[in-house]
């Protein structure tokens, strides 16, 4: 039995004659804090309730006390103060830990309650998300992360050395999930890392962040598909309202019995406990704009921009506000984006000169999944690819799969540690990835 | 409905008056290969079996049919080149389409029946391993693969150009997932993209490939983690004999009740059309050796060999050979590695001058996963560091997690493709990586 002090407490008591007990209790009190002991003794009720103690209804009679690894004295970040409430009391600012002591320091940071919650609920997302797809007849694959090319201007992409050469890490899967589907796949989805040299100090970007991307075809029309997407985003709020499954529930009992999870909703309770959240909140189906609507909604709230402008971050924000106040939701979609401000492979809108069939989905205003319908003629394909300037050489590996055939399709790409920051309402990317990598941060 | 010819033949009938029939039949022709068509019509049973279609029961009465995309005329790979069986008569060779030419032209390559089978199963086995791990209270995690330090010289790792200095792509996640250990996680996989500069034209190396990698604490002894991956592996193998459950099955059932699997084993048939295999033989518990054993058994057949030399790729197969011979399982444990060749945080064997606690894993006599018990105190790891010359500097985010507290703890890394071609009994890991990258391949 592995026990650290603050991980869960219980009451310690050494039933041993007086004397032994002095030497216990002095051996006991040179144990440094955050060492891992084993501990054999008995587990009984007690009498009352224990105050001070995570398992207030139990305490337990030691028999044999070992030291399996001893922390150093002096701990360079205390538990305490990684767990504070974040938004508690002034008073406390000066004691709380900041975010890079944590991260330099994650070791010792993952063991606070919050941080066992959110990445364990991190693991749940990311289960939902393969188990839903898979009962809708996806196939996960395992797309490269290393591509001779990529779209662009070169600035927004890590560079390898490769052998003799030069590759470069994906910034996204996508085109060869669309491979796999011209390669008669018809459903399919993967989840890996994808690499962006975002170089901002911004909240939610991260150099390296966790993909979860799908791409399928579909019969009539791409709404087809955004009702998967959309289908697939409330049945994971949803699922993490219901009971969690035996199989998920076995990592909460350590000791049987004693501390077992009723719901993911109590994994959510422990992380409000240090960071105060409003409950998240969604309709079902959920709520479907059009990028015009969008515009006008900001236009009549003071903002100028132009028919053909992409979303500013801030305006995304402020539309998020506004979608929430009108329809009090904070997951919605924005479909129909401009056909200027998307990459080459997008399908236009043919009932609209500047919108195009592609979408953004967003929760508590920041978009968390990119996706559209993608030109399957080859010919046409070409043309759009030669309008936007692409290297149509280095880009044959991905032209030339649609020359043989390829059925009409869509799909799109979701930040798992985003989903995770947004759903929970954490205020930094960084709180939601176990090892954050930016243009600052290499370690852990 | 989308149609292609090979991906399952059906017979198609016109059932339209004689002129139009004609009419039909001509604009038919003209369809080129592997263009993608709609059709509508009504399914029938026929009187009698159908000898030159997959689907021998039923026909279909077309009454529209719409071309959704047409084919080149010129077809770069046939179809029925590319699923010529390997292991055929020699008068094929000439015709039997060659890996490069089936990868460079992957759109269509991946049509053939074999493929389909060998990348659903691909997704089959991570399935299972996931789920495994699940119910046995493993957290999956996301470490990242940009890292700013290596283990080894430094060629054998990929330097990625990180703003205004350089980083470098993880060759494993082993060290992150221990970090979590240390982090109070218990149990963790993690299952993504590693990256080896390996420049050899080897049939079982790619320059990235899929690691599916665990770590977990113990309380007595390191076995109990072997004994968690042994089982791991047997439920994996003995589940690939087993039904598929509705969830897997439902990407079969494109038109419902026409084609349904059985088993994970007709897809392994349909491999086996394409590629002659001889089936995966194991045993439950499976067969664990240590390694002085089996230097023993390569110098009882002529090997000369050092008691703290690895394992060649030749006597490994040779081993393998061996082990089938005497104890007819392709599936074994090699345990008890000299400390000499394995990687400075392996945990030495106490009783053992030379040995540590470390394992491979083997299929076929091919090595599928290597692992060990990892060094847990720090002042032991830092002792070890320095001996392995380690540059402590760089390395101070690992061994630092080893200063607060760390439990016992062991795991491995898993190469997925390799696990998928051995089990196969390919010849070519590029067969069982859908999109393989090695030093001369980066596209598609």
Redesign the interface.
């Known amino acids: 039995?592995?026990v650290?002090q603050q991980?869960w407490s219980i009451q310690v008591l050494a039933v041993v004659s007086d004397t032994i007990s002095k030497q216990f209790v002095k051996f006991c009190s040179n144990i440094t804090k955050?060492?891992?002991v084993?501990i054999k003794g008995k587990v009984a009720r007690t009498p009352s309730k224990i105050g001070s103690c995570s398992q207030k209804d139990v305490e337990l009679y030691i028999e044999e006390l070992w030291v399996?690894?001893?922390?150093?004295d002096q701990?360079?970040l205390l538990l305490e103060d990684a767990y504070r409430p974040v938004n508690g009391d002034d008073k406390d600012a000066d004691i709380r830990a900041n975010l890079d002591t944590k991260l330099d320091?994650?070791?010792?940071?993952?063991?606070t309650p919050a941080?066992?919650a959110i990445?364990?609920l991190?693991?749940v997302v990311?289960?939902f998300f393969?188990?839903i797809l898979?009962?809708?007849?996806?196939?996960?694959?395992?797309?490269?992360?290393?591509?001779?090319a990529v779209t662009g201007n070169g600035t927004n992409v890590?560079?390898?050395?490769?052998?003799k050469g030069s590759?470069y890490?994906a910034q996204c899967p996508t085109f060869?999930n669309i491979?796999?589907i011209?390669?008669?796949?018809?459903?399919v989805f993967t989840?890996?890392?994808v690499?962006r040299?975002e170089?901002s100090n911004s909240h939610r970007h991260l150099?390296?962040f966790?993909n979860l991307n799908l791409e399928m075809?579909f019969?009539h029309h791409y709404h087809e598909v955004v009702d998967v997407i959309a289908s697939l985003f409330t049945s994971i709020f949803k699922g993490l309202r219901e009971k969690p499954t035996?199989?998920?529930l076995?990592?909460t009992?350590?000791i049987e019995n004693i501390h077992q999870l009723d719901s993911y909703q109590s994994e959510i309770k422990t992380i409000c406990e240090q960071y105060s959240v409003e409950p998240f909140k969604f309709l079902d189906p959920p709520l479907k704009l059009e990028f015009p609507m969008a515009v006008n909604m900001l236009r009549e709230n003071g903002v100028e921009m132009g028919d053909e402008d992409d979303l500013s971050i801030p305006n995304e924000k402020l539309l998020g506000r506004l979608v929430k106040a009108k329809y009090d939701t904070d997951f919605y979609i924005l479909d129909k984006f401009p056909l200027a401000i998307r990459s080459f492979e997008t399908m236009p809108d043919p009932d609209s000169k500047v919108g195009s069939n592609s979408y953004d989905m967003f929760m508590r205003g920041e978009e968390v999944l990119t996706g559209g319908q993608r030109i399957?003629?080859?010919h046409y394909l070409m043309k759009r690819a030669k309008h936007c300037q692409v290297d149509i050489e280095k880009f044959?590996?991905?032209l030339?799969?649609?020359?043989?055939?390829?059925?009409?399709l869509a799909g799109g790409g979701i930040g798992?540690?985003r989903v995770v920051m947004l759903y929970l309402g954490l205020d930094n990317i960084r709180i939601a990835?176990?090892?954050?990598?930016d243009?600052k941060r290499?370690?852990?």
């Open positions: 039995m592995i650290r991980q955050e060492s891992v084993d399996v690894s001893q922390s150093a701990l360079p320091n994650r070791a010792i940071d993952l063991r941080n066992q990445f364990r991190e693991a990311c289960k393969r188990e898979t009962a809708k007849g996806f196939v996960e694959i395992f797309p490269p992360r290393i591509k001779n890590f560079k390898i050395s490769y052998f590759a890490l060869h491979i796999a011209a390669g008669d796949f018809e459903r989840i890996g890392p690499f040299p170089d150099t390296e966790t075809t019969k035996a199989g998920t076995t990592w009992i350590q399957h003629d080859y044959a590996y991905y030339d799969a649609f020359r043989y055939g390829c059925p009409p798992l540690e990835s176990m090892f954050p990598r243009s290499l370690t852990p």
